[in-house]
């Protein structure tokens, strides 16, 4: 399937969907037109005064002094755009992808040579369309509709697990386990959560001495490899609460967190593996045993979170190719047979807007500089890119980073 094939069928589909123009169509068209004529006047005085109103106090952004274009854009393509944030303050999505929260980490120490690696969330106000901090969890996960998150308190591996209504920031409900939780996802309709559990914090870190980019030994915090305290999984009903431990086998090629995931169609759990040749990602089934990747799952990988188109027609693959700043290209694929459709903008694809947009880092750094990215919106078949925040000065410093997590509306 090639780039006019997709667009082809995403038209007739559109079409199909429409309905008929019933009798009286012809008639309807001029009274419509008619009334047009009445309204003229007042439509262009209106249209006046709104280009008055957008033309106060419109800043600058930052990926140009001549650009004026406001920096708060809701788009009639349903992108909504804050250029000039970063992090973002207030709302940020394009289409069906909303970012629910982003979160900044630090390191907590523990001992003289241990440390725990802790999340401070900001989380969306539905009601007010801004991000709040919400210093209460260790770990975040929303479901669709943007209405429930799932949550874990502080101290890992939790012993229960919180569903915190967005719009109140209350728990509404906690589903205790015997099994302590360390990480959360929800499936793809939303109504079932995979729980992972560990034996111990699996965001414990270890001082350790390395050489920096200029050789030099330096201590730094680093989690293990191969000593993962991973120990199962539970898959749970959202609306009961109810549903069973499953246990996992000790895997030595995952680091010391490696939460599970839904399949798309909800039937087996995946993880991301170090070293595998399945796009870094191991799959499992109820019982958990070891099986092979679903069709059309299999040429996905862990470490590219968009996955499947929403249709399921495509795949979201890695970086192919950066040829400037902020010119980066990732492939699109068949996720059936992993041949190669077309290339997309975007460094790193995070999310499908729709099934041909998608949101992504893009660089906004020289090649030869340290990473810098910002959230854009990039289409199949175009090479726009259009901006959701501002720049991320420090991409690739854990400790200095904004970290986003998307949901669907």
Same mark, same amino acid.
């Given at each position: 399937? +090639? ?9 007739? !589909? ?9 009798? #009286?169509? $012809? ?54 755009? &804050? ?6 303050? !207030?709302?940020?999505? $394009? ?11 630090? +390191? ?7 440390? @725990? ?49 967005? $719009? ?11 099994? #302590? ?33 200029? &050789? ?5 915090? !680093? ?18 609460? !109810? ?9 030595? +090629? ?36 070891? @099986? ?71 660089? $906004? ?12 919106? @990039? ?31």
């Amino acid at each position: 399937m +090639n780039v006019e094939e997709l667009l082809r069928d995403s038209l007739r !589909e559109l079409a199909a969907e429409q309905p008929s123009a019933g009798g #009286g169509f $012809a008639d309807r068209v001029l009274a419509t037109r008619r009334r047009r004529r009445a309204r003229r006047l007042a439509s262009m005085a209106a249209a006046t005064a709104a280009v008055v109103a957008v033309a106060v106090g419109v800043p600058l952004l930052e990926s140009g002094k001549s650009d004026v274009r406001p920096s708060d854009v809701v788009r009639k393509d349903g992108i909504t755009a &804050h250029p000039d944030q970063s992090p973002p303050r !207030e709302l940020v999505g $394009a289409g069906n992808a909303v970012l629910a929260a982003y979160y900044t980490v630090r +390191n907590r120490p523990t001992t003289e040579h241990t440390a @725990v690696q802790e999340r401070t969330y900001r989380l969306l106000d539905p009601r007010t369309g801004t991000y709040e901090k919400d210093a209460r969890w260790s770990i975040v996960a929303v479901a669709p509709g943007l209405r429930t998150a799932a949550v874990l308190e502080r101290n890992l591996p939790a012993q229960r697990i919180g569903l915190l209504e967005l $719009a109140t920031g209350r728990v509404k409900r906690w589903i205790q386990v015997e099994h #302590g939780v360390g990480g959360l996802a929800f499936s793809d309709d939303g109504r079932r959560l995979v729980a992972t559990t560990y034996d111990g914090n699996p965001d414990l870190r270890t001082k350790v001495k390395v050489r920096d980019s200029r &050789h030099k030994e330096v201590w730094a915090w !680093e989690a293990g490899f191969g000593d993962s305290s991973r120990s199962g999984f539970y898959d749970l009903d959202v609306a009961s609460g !109810e549903g069973a431990w499953t246990p996992v086998a000790f895997d030595r +090629n995952t680091n010391s967190r490696q939460d599970f995931a839904f399949s798309r169609a909800g039937d087996l759990m995946y993880a991301q593996v170090i070293g595998g040749r399945d796009g870094m990602q191991q799959f499992y089934d109820h019982r958990g045993a070891k @099986v092979a990747a679903p069709a059309d799952e299999r040429y996905l990988r862990s470490d590219v979170p968009a996955r499947l188109s929403p249709n399921g027609r495509l795949a979201a693959l890695g970086l192919t190719k950066e040829v400037a700043p902020g010119k980066s290209y990732s492939s699109i694929r068949d996720p059936r047979s992993g041949e190669e459709i077309t290339r997309v903008r975007g460094g790193e694809l995070l999310a499908w807007a729709d099934d041909r947009r998608l949101v992504a880092w893009e660089r $906004a750094s020289g090649l030869d500089e340290p990473y810098r990215a910002r959230l854009v919106v @990039v289409t199949i078949g175009s090479d726009k890119v259009v901006p959701l925040s501002g720049v991320q000065k420090q991409m690739y410093d854990d400790l200095k980073a904004w970290h986003p997590v998307f949901a669907r509306r």
